[in-house]
């Protein structure tokens, strides 16, 4: 067998065995990469001690690149539910956009409480408030719930701080800064087209669903802080990272303390740190003693995505010593498919698994070493990179991803009408956000 046919075998083997122990055997994606890394350098022929020196390597380097970012995005997610932020900001765009546009007030909640914290936690958080709407509107909860879960899960899969996107910028090098302004209108206007497909694959659940009590969920909080204070942690650092990824594209000189103190500022790790920050201060109710319980907790949850993260960029870094990435990559070269690789491969891997994070994280890991081949390397080919491999990561949410499940529990749907409509509108938002890829792609790559 020839050296070329090894490093493919081994490639393939390497995959399936990811996608056999995470989703069939529910092994944490951790241990499954970190494994996975050793055998494909093993079986590729790599020396032992070059096998363990790149684990380290490309553990080490995304930990570097990319901690920090994840450590204060999962800080200020839980700050802004614990001081009833959230809930308020939830309330404000309701109360703008009107009853009568309840559907289109939960898609921007969900898009803007999104951006921050976790779908699932901001699907938990906000899902009384979505049933109390729908029950006041007499909307139906299948559209309602599937309309909340997809606006969430838009931002989720294509931003940083959130833990794919970010994960996949440290591993292959995009800047986060742009990736972030960039998977923002990604994620808007794939939403947008997501909103009317809902409403439409939905129109036939239009049952009302019987009024529900969430005094109690309300009540939770003493009281809720100024909708406008609320929104600022979660604007503030999208503004300073805008302003630093402006100035350092058309300003020919980084020197000055101002330009210096902007770009400071201006780095995402920085940015949100600043709006951790800020969070503290929206609600005055808020008792300075819970600080402790909140650092805790984004401390736990950070944890785990600091991991599993870091493994895959060990994983990446091995199949880039090994040579297997510029292997498939020259072959795939061939096919014209471009920049629909990454998002076919983090499709595959998210249809087979379930996680969406362990999909973008390893499909990162195996798009890395095919960049040059496939002429994505530039700056701007990079971001694109990101996102399609973020967009792949949302088709097709089903019984398999703990998300869906999250969705449809806590909206009370039933689950074959979630597969039908929730299930079927990952699928659409995952394509839009494809297709706009692709045409940003052909206009700057």
């Known amino acids: 067998m020839s050296h070329e046919a090894i490093l493919i075998t081994s490639f393939i083997i390497s995959v399936i065995a990811i996608i056999f122990f995470t989703a069939k055997l529910k092994i944490n994606a951790f241990y499954v990469l970190i494994l996975a890394g050793i ?26 690149s990319i901690g920090l970012v994840i450590v204060f995005g999962t800080t200020l997610g839980v700050m802004l539910e614990r001081t009833g932020a959230a809930y308020s900001m939830a309330e404000f765009i309701l109360r703008k956009v009107g009853n009568k546009n309840a559907p289109l007030a939960m898609t921007i909640t969900g898009y803007v409480f999104g951006i921050p914290i976790f779908c699932d936690s901001g699907f938990v958080v906000l899902s009384s408030l979505n049933r109390s709407v729908a029950a006041k509107t007499r909307r139906s909860m299948t559209i309602m719930g ?3 879960g997809i606006s969430l899960y838009s931002v989720h899969c ?13 591993i292959i090098g995009a800047s986060l800064g742009k990736l972030m302004l960039i998977g923002l209108a990604v994620a808007m206007f794939s939403l947008a087209i997501t909103f009317f497909w809902i409403q439409y694959i939905g129109k036939n659940h239009t049952e009302p669903e ?4 969430t005094e109690s969920d309300q009540t939770k909080y003493e009281s809720l802080p100024n909708p406008l204070l609320s929104f600022l942690p979660v604007l503030l650092p999208i503004i300073l990272i805008a302003i630093k990824s ?8 980084s020197e000055g303390i101002f330009i210096s103190l902007i770009i400071f500022i201006g780095d995402p790790s920085i940015a949100l740190l600043i709006g951790l920050f800020t969070s503290l ?4 109710q808020f008792k300075f003693a819970s600080i402790h319980s909140v650092m805790e907790e984004a401390i736990k949850n950070a944890g785990v995505i600091l991991l ?12 880039k010593t090994t040579g297997i990435g510029a292997v498939i990559g020259e072959y795939l070269s061939y096919s014209g498919l471009g920049i629909f690789i990454p998002f076919l491969i983090a499709a595959g891997l998210k249809t087979a698994q379930g996680s969406s994070t362990v999909s973008i994280i390893t499909t990162s890991s195996i798009v890395l070493p095919m960049l040059n081949e496939l002429q994505l390397a530039t700056e701007m080919g990079l971001i694109l990179v990101v996102l399609s491999m973020g967009a792949g990561s949302m088709i097709f949410s089903h019984t398999n991803d703990s998300y869906f499940w999250v969705v449809t529990k806590f909206s009370n749907i039933e689950v074959n009408k979630s597969l039908k409509v929730f ?3 990952t699928f659409v938002i995952g394509l839009s956000a494809q297709i706009i890829v692709f045409i940003l792609s052909l206009v700057f790559v």
């Open 210 to 213: 019987e009024a529900i009590n």
């Open 423 to 425: 299930s079927s509108s």
């Open 146 to 148: 599937s309309l909340l």
């Open 246 to 253: 402006v100035l350092t594209t058309y300003s020919a000189s």
């Open 308 to 319: 599993i993260t870091a493994a895959g960029g060990a994983f990446g870094s091995v199949l």
């Open 281 to 284: 201060f929206v609600n005055p």
């Open 39 to 64: 055998c494909v350098g093993i079986l590729s022929g790599l020396p032992t001690d070059k096998v363990i020196q790149s684990l380290k390597e490309g553990f080490g380097n995304t930990l570097a």
């Open 158 to 170: 294509l931003i940083p701080p959130h833990p794919g996107a970010t994960a996949a910028a440290g």
